[in-house]
């Protein structure tokens, strides 16, 4: 019997012990480790790491710090508010937070049956150009010379031997551990070769007999092992912030769970040191290859290979240069999807595939003479700081200047953000829209089956990039659906619209020049353009501009006036247009302010003055006939306050009636008590209309005045009395 009580005993402890303190889903976990930030230097951080019983691991960077308290366990399911109280008494803490467990996972990674012979790396180049068109680069080339990559991950197996002669130790640490030395950790399962196969993706060495060739096959490889334990800000901070002067590009292929419910980003380190740095065959761990590495864990090496192409075509690029050569470059063409839209600058844009696919040869090509974007501009505007009630359905329209006047105006948009607070009671349920002045509708938000919070967004940043080189001067409209169609509610408390860009438009390929004319005349004007451009203002362009079209134009040959033939040239829009797909009226493609799109015959039709006034502009009351009528806008406006002080009348009549019934139905009830009670035990309490009789027990003949009492009567008496006084005011209150 005690043996078999002692094996019960362990087992349960057993169990206790493995187990430990589960969260759950959406709990936070909380380390043992902090980041601070300290004044004073190196030296002030370790006295204070040990006056409170830390280790300084040493800095993230500038002056944050990582500390380890020894004191402290490694999980727990609360924070340790004593210690993070004691180190906030230390003058030179600006500040510190202790470190969150946060959940990364690399990205998709799945597997499905192809055929080796034809699979092999056929996104470098496809006869049926279905690629990244990396054949062409290589032709004019670039290979990645001289550029150096990190692949922040879970390590990689520098001694490869499709990865050694091009692995950096200076692209490369183990944050997990906190040594220089990336190598993954080998499992049974080969859990931890994502990395590797990343890092083959970008920089396999060419013409070595072993399994394919990176994008960038003679630029520099590292890795940083990050994923493999727990990833906190500080460690995700080292790992975006290492070696910054050396490192050109950061890879990283994983990101918050993508369960559909999940709502997390980067925190505080992790944000400055993005802020700081901006400034498919392929290997396989354990020295082998793969052929079956794919999804979004493969297109953001696939990504750093082909930057890599364009920064040993052009060092001087920064990251915005690289995005708007993304974006004048990518090729929308074979990609199916049902989104696809025109932009207010005559781009094709798609939520599925962006702008299109990479072109890694059109992008060296206009990296090798690209003039460098001028410094980024910021506009903030809040346009709601009131709070809104969601409902089904809210819409929100504002008119912005962009900042003009002012040293962030901002004329040629980049990158627009939707900041925003609001509460919803399920989250998932909403659906947000953010719509141009060129009418541009951009996605904020998809709704989320899965997400049943009923936290919301607190400050929030939206982003969209769809609008990229569009004026932003105009009206924004910010839509808020309820998609589900039940009776969900919530409020949005904040709208803060954020305009990043520059002052002018930039030379691209809306904007014409003479770096891609083939043929001059004699008045040196272009009179044929290299293949992919066309004609337009004196110059080539590779994308026609809003307002006009790619078509073709009958152009005079060079020292002969009668003989002419047709080139490519952008032709004008019909006026009524504002983007189209040919010269006609019924080949809109998207149309000006005060018009819509007919969708059946393609014209733009103009909106009368009635249909364009705002929502709050009047109203309108159906009459017999079915016609409409537009109310005075005078009585219009009034309207709202008319119905909100009918309504208040309304709701008090209805509790003047209500406390009228409850004090006639109270009278009764009292009268019936304190005939009951007989005389000498009731209370009268005032109320404001009549005195009504609350009977007490335990108090008898509080109202008799009795003649002749004892000086300890009279001392009950008064007891007695302070006894009433209170029951009243309580009874009044």
């Known amino acids: 019997m005690d043996l078999r009580l002692v094996s019960l005993t362990l087992g349960t402890l057993l169990i206790l012990v493995t187990s430990g303190p589960q969260p759950s889903v959406g709990q936070k976990v909380y380390t043992n480790t902090w980041a601070v930030h300290i004044t004073g230097g190196e030296q002030e951080a370790n006295r204070i790491a040990r006056k409170h019983g830390f280790v300084n691991h040493g800095k993230v960077f500038g002056d944050f710090y990582h500390f380890r308290h020894r004191r402290v366990v490694k999980r727990s399911l609360s924070d340790h508010r004593g210690t993070h109280i004691r180190l906030h008494t230390e003058p030179q803490v600006m500040w510190a937070e202790q470190q969150v467990v946060k959940r990364r996972k690399k990205r998709d990674i799945y597997y499905e049956p192809t055929d080796p012979k034809f699979a092999q790396q056929w996104y470098l180049y496809n006869e049926d150009h279905r690629d990244l ?13 001289g550029v150096v990559v990190s692949i922040l991950d879970d390590g990689i197996e520098k001694k490869h031997p499709d990865l050694i002669q091009n692995y950096d130790p200076d692209a490369s640490y183990d944050v997990n551990d906190g040594d220089p030395d990336p190598q993954p950790r080998y499992t049974q399962l080969n859990d931890n070769r994502h990395g590797t196969r990343c890092a083959g993706e970008v920089a396999a060495v060419a013409n070595n007999g072993m399994c394919g060739v990176g994008v960038a096959y003679n630029s520099k490889i590292g890795g940083v092992r990050m994923l493999d334990g727990e990833v906190t800000d500080v460690v995700e901070a080292q790992s975006l912030s290492l070696n910054p002067q050396h490192i050109d590009i950061y890879s990283a292929s994983w990101g918050p769970e993508d369960d559909g419910k999940t709502v997390d980003g980067p925190a505080k380190l992790a944000k400055e040191a993005f802020l700081r740095g901006v400034m498919e065959v392929t290997t396989d761990l354990r ?5 079956s590495h ?13 930057i ?10 920064t990251w915005r240069d690289m995005q708007h050569l993304v974006v004048r470059t990518s090729n929308p063409a074979h990609l199916t999807t049902n989104d696809w839209k025109t932009n207010g600058v005559g781009r094709r844009v798609s939520h599925s595939y962006g702008y299109g696919l990479l072109d890694a040869g059109a992008i060296v090509a206009l990296a090798k003479n690209w003039t460098n974007v001028g410094p980024q501009r910021k506009c903030v505007l809040s346009l709601v700081s009131e709070p809104r009630n969601i409902g089904s359905h809210l819409v929100i329209n504002k008119s912005v200047d962009a900042c003009a006047g002012t040293d962030n105006f901002v004329s040629s948009l980049e990158h627009a953000q939707a900041q925003l607070t609001l509460s919803y009671n399920r989250r ?5 829209f953010l719509i141009s002045p060129q009418g541009t509708r951009s996605t904020l938000l998809a709704p989320r089956p899965h997400d049943y919070s009923s936290e919301g967004f607190s400050d929030w940043a939206f982003m969209t990039t769809h609008s990229w080189d569009e004026d932003p001067r105009g009206e924004w409209t910010l839509e808020i659906e309820n998609v589900a169609g039940t009776s969900d509610y919530g409020t949005l408390t904040q709208f803060t619209l954020v305009l990043y860009g520059t002052a002018s438009s930039l030379s691209g390929p809306s904007a014409a020049d003479s770096s891609s004319c083939k043929t001059y005349d004699l008045n040196q004007i272009c009179t044929v353009c290299n293949p992919g451009f066309y004609l337009h203002n004196k110059g080539c362009v590779r994308d026609c501009p809003a307002g006009f079209t790619a078509g073709t134009r009958s152009i005079f040959l060079p020292n002969n006036e009668v003989t002419s033939v047709l080139r490519p040239a952008c032709q004008s829009c019909d006026p009524i247009c504002l983007t189209c797909s040919g010269t006609s009226p019924q080949s809109c493609l998207s149309c000006p302010p005060h018009s819509h799109l007919d969708a059946v015959s393609g014209t733009c039709l103009h909106q009368n003055h009635i249909q364009r006034e705002s929502p709050d502009g009047g109203l309108f009351q159906t009459q017999g006939g079915g016609s409409s009528v537009k109310l005075h806008p005078k009585l219009a406006s009034r309207l709202p306050a008319t119905v909100a002080v009918l309504s208040c009348a309304f709701i008090v009549a209805m509790f003047v009636a209500v406390f009228g019934f409850l004090q006639m139905h109270t009278r009764k009830q009292n009268k019936l008590l304190s005939a009951e009670a007989g005389p000498g035990s009731g209370l009268l309490v005032g109320f404001g209309f009549n005195r009504t009789a609350v009977a007490y027990k335990g108090i008898p003949s509080v109202w008799r005045e009795d003649e002749g009492n004892s000086e300890s009567e009279n001392e009950e008496f ?12 309580q009874s009044a209150l």
């Open 133 to 145: 068109n990396v054949k062409d680069a290589w032709k004019q080339g670039f290979t990645g010379q």
């Open 308 to 317: 890599a192409l364009a920064l040993e075509a052009n060092k001087n690029l």
């Open 287 to 291: 020295q082998k290859c793969t052929d």
């Open 718 to 729: 008064e007891i007695r009395n302070e006894r009433i006084g209170f029951i009243k005011t």
């Open 294 to 306: 794919t999804g979004t864990s493969a297109s953001a090496p696939l990504a750093a290979g082909i």
């Open 428 to 432: 998932g349920s909403l659906a947000i």
